[in-house]
Nanobody
């Protein structure tokens, strides 16, 4: 079993940056693909970005060019660098892990989830 803990959320101004971290314990993170999802108030959870076990990445259109996902397997951590933040990026951000090869944008594909970290972007 993999335990995931997100950190790095907080308050940022529009145009600013934040870096989220997803730290894993329990199993080696290199065996898992990791995705970031978010849920804004009153909205469905949506896909943000994912990185496969081999380092392939995929982004939603809404964050492409602004967010960057990366991983450091030695530190068992996946990062989400968020630049050029917009008020519509305000949400609770969750990381999730999938124990399979490939790129997965559907939340149903993921086996383990963190508790989430709040990101608030003011205009």
């Amino acid at each position: 079993q993999v335990r995931l803990v997100e950190s790095g959320g907080g308050l940022a101004q529009a145009g600013g940056s934040l870096r989220l971290s997803c730290a894993a314990s329990g199993r080696t993170l290199s065996s898992y693909g990791v995705g970031w999802f978010r849920r804004a108030p009153g909205k469905e959870r949506e896909f943000v970005a994912t990185i496969s076990r081999t380092g392939d990445t995929f982004y939603s259109d809404s964050v492409k060019g602004r967010f960057t996902i990366s991983r450091d397997n030695a530190k068992a951590t996946v990062y989400l660098q968020m630049n050029s933040l917009k008020p519509e990026d305000t949400a609770v951000y969750y990381c999730a892990a999938v124990g399979a090869t490939g790129i997965y944008a559907s939340s149903r594909s993921y086996d383990y989830w963190g508790q989430g970290t709040q990101v608030t972007v003011s205009s």
